[in-house]
């Protein structure tokens, strides 16, 4: 099972660890694109503070992210699992797995990432500031710019395994999985039900869609679930209370459409 998340917008502070070694982190397929867009972000920030405030979106009251994206060759590394943070971060509460669950974890789960590219949650970074939205001047919008990276290095990471996609959009354009890949991909949108004056009403809501995403995940990992494929995802996600309904795609090639129903958090 590999399991694709959005990173966090917020990140814990750097550690105390050793400085970044691009080289040593997962997927090392992905090393010459990550050097380069690490190369520009750090010229970039360390040179024009008011272009890198522009460039990268940033109020007043993080301008202070500048500083930080400009000293990331030097700076303190940590797990990614521990530079993310949020509502799914929060609820997937990976330091609370136990050891096998731990385990799975770092096998399975895949972060995105505007900087990076995607990392494992062992990988270690330090914390950065770069969506996957931004344009950077050289390389230009980085949903584009990864998407040849990605299409080399992620099918050899996906094998023959279930492909769990739970990105937000921006994320999902750096890779969409193809072919034979495709056909073992299932994407999730959690839907919160309302009854109002006797009807149903069902609507995205951004908070339950993290937070629900998350526990999913928590709840696969801590049972030891790694299901072979989406029709087998779809049991093992009802075999552990969730209500979801499916949509299998009307030919090969494609994704399978989950939608989660959750009525509270």
């Known amino acids: 099972m590999l ?3 959005p990173p966090s917008e917020g990140k814990a502070a750097g550690g105390a660890g050793a400085p970044l070694s691009v080289e040593a982190l997962s997927l090392p397929g992905l090393a010459p694109a990550r050097a380069a867009v690490l190369a520009e972000l750090v010229d970039l920030c360390a040179a024009d503070e008011t272009k890198a ?5 940033l109020s007043e009251g993080l301008k202070g992210e500048i500083a930080k994206n400009a000293g990331l060759r030097t700076a303190g590394t940590r797990p990614a699992g521990e530079i993310y943070t949020g509502v799914l971060y929060d609820a997937l509460g990976l330091a609370t797995l136990d050891a096998p669950a731990r385990k799975l974890a770092e096998r399975s789960l895949l972060v995105f990432s505007g900087l990076w590219g995607a990392v494992r949650i062992g990988d270690r970074i330090p914390s950065y500031r770069c969506s996957m939205g931004v ?8 949903g584009a710019y990864w ?3 990605m299409a080399e290095v992620l099918p050899a990471a996906a094998g023959d395994s279930l492909v769990l996609d739970l ?3 921006a994320y999902a354009t750096a890779w969409r999985p193809k072919g034979e890949v495709a056909g073992r991909t299932a994407t999730v949108r959690v839907l919160q039900s309302k009854t109002v004056a006797g009807v149903e009403k069902r609507s995205v809501v951004s908070h339950f869609n993290k937070a629900t ?3 999913l995940v928590r709840d696969l990992l801590t049972a030891g679930l790694t299901p072979a494929g989406p029709a087998e995802l779809v049991d ?3 075999g552990l209370g969730y209500a979801v309904e499916a949509q299998a795609p009307a030919k090969g090639g494609k994704a399978w459409a989950l939608d989660v129903i959750v009525t509270e958090l």
């Open 147 to 149: 998407r040849a990276p």
């Open 135 to 142: 344009r950077l001047p050289g390389l230009g919008a980085l």
């Open 236 to 238: 093992a996600l009802r």
């Open 213 to 215: 995403k998350g526990r």
């Open 3 to 5: 399991v694709l998340l």
């Open 167 to 169: 990105r937000s959009a």
């Open 53 to 57: 405030q522009e460039v990268l979106g």
